[in-house]
T-cell receptor, first 115, second 113 residues
Framework: NAGVTQTPKFRVLKTGQSMTLLCAQDMNHEYMYWYRQDPGMGLRLIHYSVGEGTTAKGEVPDGYNVSRLKKQNFLLGLESAAPSQTSVYFC??????????????FGSGTRLTVV | GESVGLHLPTLSVQEGDNSIINCAYSNSASDYFIWYKQESGKGPQFIIDIRSNMDKRQGQRVTVLLNKTVKHLSLQIAATQPGDSAVYFCAETLGGSNYKLTFGKGTLLTVNP
């Protein structure tokens, strides 16, 4: 049982390059999320999805796009990377709301550096 | 928008002591709170959670206290161990049909042997 798997784990991009981060979950969770984590800022929600074929903006969506073509996958795209997007990106998934924990499971993160 | 914050960015304790990590939240409508532990190079890991209709909830060596009057949340770790060294985040959500979490900035706990 892998849980939430993120690929790649590390990446260095040049300004203006594009890339896609992949998140895969094997728990049949409905909800999936992309967060970014910066020093002193905690985790901030970029985009999220409440089901296959749906996406929505979070707190800091600018410069990112997402797609959820399959229930188990949630892709985060950077069309033209900027140094301000240097961060650690975490994917999470959850089952429909409930106590405890809202069923949140996080991946191990992708460390992205834009030079 | 309203956000969740922490009183102290760092906390250093001796092994065996009890640790208390604090969190202030500003959204009185928040219904559900979660504490996460994040070790270096890893994703956040669930520790314990509490609903707004509760004042206290206990787990294994951990207790979460909620004071809605002053919008304050705390995580107590009993007999702190070196393996407890990590960054601890609180998170809140409005509950109901809102499943998105808002995270605090985190507190770094260091346990000295």
């Amino acid at each position: 049982n892998a849980g939430v798997t993120q690929t790649p784990k590390f990446r260095v991009l040049k300004t203006g390059q594009s890339m896609t981060l992949l998140c895969a979950q094997d728990m049949n969770h409905e909800y999936m999320y992309w967060y970014r984590q910066d020093p002193g800022m905690g985790l901030r929600l970029i985009h999220y999805s409440v089901g296959e074929g749906t996406t929505a903006k979070g707190e800091v969506p600018d410069g990112y796009n997402v797609s959820r073509l399959k229930k188990q996958n949630f892709l985060l795209g950077l069309e033209s990377a900027a140094p301000s997007q240097t961060s650690v990106y975490f994917c999470a998934s959850s089952y429909l709301r409930g106590f405890p924990n809202y069923g949140y499971t996080f991946g191990s993160g992708t460390r992205l550096t834009v030079v | 928008g309203e956000s969740v914050g922490l009183h102290l960015p760092t906390l250093s304790v001796q092994e065996g002591d009890n640790s208390i990590i604090n969190c202030a939240y500003s959204n009185s409508a928040s219904d559900y709170f979660i504490w996460y532990k994040q070790e270096s190079g890893k994703g956040p890991q669930f520790i314990i959670d509490i609903r707004s209709n509760m004042d206290k909830r206990q787990g294994q060596r951990v207790t979460v206290l909620l004071n809605k009057t002053v919008k304050h949340l705390s995580l107590q770790i009993a007999a702190t161990q070196p393996g407890d060294s990590a960054v601890y985040f609180c998170a809140e959500t409005l509950g109901g049909s809102n499943y998105k979490l808002t995270f605090g900035k985190g507190t770094l706990l260091t346990v000295n042997p």
